[in-house]
């Protein structure tokens, strides 16, 4: 079993929906939690970085931990055609390491 | 404006020949890493770096090696290439920690 479980998709919504993206992890060590979306044929950049339970929102993004469920979960509002990419969990380890989930392809169809 | 580099972006080889992927940052980042990634298999750690002539084994490291002679490169050598390293490889790099990485665009190797 992975640490960090992620259901690859694809995922396809019609513009203007709420997508919800998540993550499930093992390791209750875990204490940073982020999320990194990847265009096509591009190196992943960091879209939201939590610390703790709770929510954080930032624009249209909201990245949500619940820690003691081990999940954590991505909700895009007013979902765009440009928000079309894979999207990427990835938790801190107790060694200060990434521990990648395999990503999620989500498709905004116009 | 500060970026990191890859290069070459595409590359084909043939099994058993020695490939070296470079890898620039003008960040000023002391920490660099290598990952590849495969369908399936999300980003997996194969060598990573906290300073210069610092270097440390990530998960799949066996069949690669990397050096860091200055703060700005980290080269990533496949000594004897195998399809199985058939991939695309990213370069990250990031001012404290392993978590917030600046990634490259990615070099994609094909060996046959």
């Known amino acids: 079993q992975k640490e960090v479980e992620q259901d690859p998709g694809p995922l396809s919504v019609p513009e203007g929906a709420i997508v919800s993206l998540n993550c499930t992890y093992s390791?209750?060590?875990?204490?940073?939690f982020m999320w990194y979306r990847q265009y096509s044929r591009k190196g992943p950049e960091l879209l939201m970085y939590?610390?703790s339970s709770g929510n954080k929102e930032d624009g249209r993004f909201t990245a949500q931990v619940d820690k003691s469920s081990k999940y954590i979960s991505l909700f895009i509002r007013d979902s765009q055609p440009s928000d079309s990419a894979t999207y990427l969990c990835a938790m801190v380890d107790s060694n200060y390491q990434l521990i990648w989930g395999a990503g999620t392809k989500l498709i905004i169809k116009p | 404006d500060a970026e990191i580099t890859q290069s070459p972006r595409h590359k084909i080889t043939e099994t058993g020949r020695q490939v070296t992927l470079a890898c620039h940052q003008t960040?000023?980042?002391?920490?660099m890493f290598w990952y590849r990634q495969d369908l399936g298999h999300g980003l997996r750690l194969i060598h990573y770096s906290y300073g210069v002539q610092d270097t440390n084994k990530g998960e799949v490291s066996d069949g690669y090696s990397v050096s860091r002679s200055n703060t700005e490169d980290l080269p990533l050598t496949l000594e004897s290439a195998a399809s199985s390293q058939t991939s695309v490889y990213f370069c990250a790099s990031s001012s404290s920690g392993a978590n917030v990485l600046t990634f490259g665009a990615g070099s994609r190797l094909t060996v046959l």
């Open positions: 939590t610390y």
């Open positions: 390791n209750s060590a875990f204490q940073y």
């Open positions: 960040w000023n980042h002391n920490n």
